[in-house]
């Protein structure tokens, strides 16, 4: 999916009489000067509306939708309410009630009372989205034409936001496409596509992976036809620092393996490589805006399967920090993913921080539910910095604790831990086990986002399917926290 067409031009109160698709016109308790020019044309019928009791009830980014008004050409004219000094929030929502309506017909958004539109645009973005595999294809959407008074400047102003929407369509693509379509390799494959955004993508095969000892990783994937795969994706842009390291779980397919999960639902399990299509996204993200850092994105790409070469309960295995694991359940996989490609970042790249993100508990969603994702660090700076970047997008997310007390239930008789802790506090415990492989000294950071990747209904920002939650929140923690602003 690529994103609507969004130009920029100057406001033109004839554009408006001769539009044949939507028209967005903002008001308060007045109306601004293009919905004064469209009340005139449409015999008063915005005036009224401003003075219904419906109105009154509307919040600020809501709004009233006229139907082919008489006068107009239009076939809607969505009329906004937006104080003039509108919060980045109800702009944002504004654009998403924009982009929902979104047809193949365009828009036309009379912004040039919008001091700072581009919260606006980011929303309409993000929310104009369509993702299908249909024998008939969905219709493209039409064009929008943002109107300001100085489109050249509002132009500039949402080039981040735009370069940033489209890294977050980029995620929701690969979490919505099927698993038999978006295999490892095809995963692989896509990645190394970002070399043209000025990536360095680099792609390890089993057996690299086996010389470096990654046998956790590498016993997730041996039940697949699918061979694992090891993506390393590099952005250079601030100068000789320390770079970020981004980690994500991309598990392509997951039934669970040996302890398979139960049928029903089991089709969402395209999701379980969610972490590594945020990772992704926002390599590609930072590559689009020519972030001024340093970050290294890397993912495992593994398939989960059930075969007779499968990894069973009880089996053993030694991951590249040399630790020892019992499986006590093969659905607990991601984590043994994670370990591996957790310690090669930071034997390889001497990381300023780590973020891992990963669809990993069902715990963390009776925990939070489906509105904010599980923060879970080693460093407060990190992780407040973290919540900071992701209140700021409109991203939820809610810091869970972590503690040596919960290591006791990762005891095992046999090895080094075991790989899950029992039914309590079952997203912490897997918190816990990562943490392990965490080096003494560097900034971590967990993000467990099983309830914030895949939604049945439509979203805040988002039509049902993949939400990409969490490229927005990244790009602006970068930009807030790791960028060199002094240039590289």
Not at 268 to 277: E, K, R, S, T
């Amino acid at each position: 999916m690529t994103l609507a067409a969004i130009d920029f031009a100057a406001a033109d109160p004839e554009a408006l009489a001769a539009h044949e698709g939507r028209i967005a016109a903002f008001a308060d308790d007045k109306l601004d000067p293009a919905a004064r020019r469209l009340d005139r044309l449409a015999k008063g019928a915005l005036a009224r509306a401003v003075a219904s009791p419906a109105w009154e009830k509307l919040k600020p980014g809501e709004g009233i939708e006229l139907a082919f008004p008489a006068g107009l050409k239009a076939r809607a004219v969505h009329l906004i309410r937006m104080p003039r000094t509108a919060a980045p929030d109800d702009l944002r929502k504004a654009g998403v009630l924009i982009g929902a309506a979104l047809g193949e017909e365009g828009a036309l958004v009379a912004a040039a009372s919008l001091r700072k539109p581009a919260p606006l645009v980011e929303g309409l973005a993000l929310r104009a989205y369509r993702f299908a595999h249909r024998a008939e294809a969905p219709k493209p959407l039409g064009p929008v034409t943002i109107a300001s008074n100085d489109p050249d400047a509002t132009r500039e102003a949402c080039a981040p936001v735009l370069a940033v929407a489209e890294a977050v369509h980029f995620a929701r693509d690969l979490v919505n496409e099927p698993a038999n379509i978006l295999t490892t390799t095809e995963f692989a494959s896509r990645l190394e596509a970002l070399r043209k955004t000025g990536l360095e993508v680099e792609v390890l095969d089993e057996a690299a992976m086996e010389r470096l000892g990654m046998r956790a990783l590498l016993a997730v994937g041996q039940g697949s036809e699918s061979p694992s795969q090891l993506v390393v994706m590099r952005w250079h842009g601030g100068g000789d620092e320390a770079p970020l390291a981004l980690v994500g779980k991309g598990v392509v397919f997951d039934t669970g393996g040996i302890s398979i999960k139960p049928a029903a639902g089991m089709e969402d399990m395209i999701m379980d490589m969610g972490g590594a299509a945020v990772v992704a996204g926002t390599m590609q993200a930072l590559a689009a805006r020519k972030a001024k850092a340093n970050v290294v994105g890397l993912v495992g790409l593994v398939e989960n399967m059930p075969d007779g070469r499968a990894q069973r309960p009880g089996d053993v295995v030694r991951s590249m920090k040399g630790d020892t694991i019992e499986v006590i359940n093969t659905d607990a996989e991601g984590r043994l993913v994670l370990a591996d490609v957790l310690w090669y970042a930071q034997e390889n790249f001497q990381p300023a921080a780590v973020i891992d993100l990963a669809t990993l508990t069902g715990a963390i969603i009776i925990a939070l539910g489906d509105k904010k994702a599980g923060v879970f660090a080693n460093d407060d700076a990190l992780a407040d910095a973290f919540l900071k970047a992701a209140g700021a997008v409109g991203e939820g997310a809610w810091r869970m604790p972590l503690g040596e007390a919960y290591d006791k239930q990762l005891k095992s008789r046999m090895a080094d831990m075991k790989n899950v802790g029992g039914r309590m506090a079952g997203s912490v415990t897997a918190a816990q086990f990562l943490q392990r492989f965490i080096k003494e000294g560097t900034p971590w950071m967990h993000l467990d986002i099983a309830g914030v990747t895949l939604y049945s209904k439509d979203s805040d920002h988002a039509p049902k399917g993949a939400s990409g939650w969490g490229v927005r929140a990244l790009d602006a923690l970068v930009a807030a926290r790791f960028e060199n602003k002094s240039g590289g």
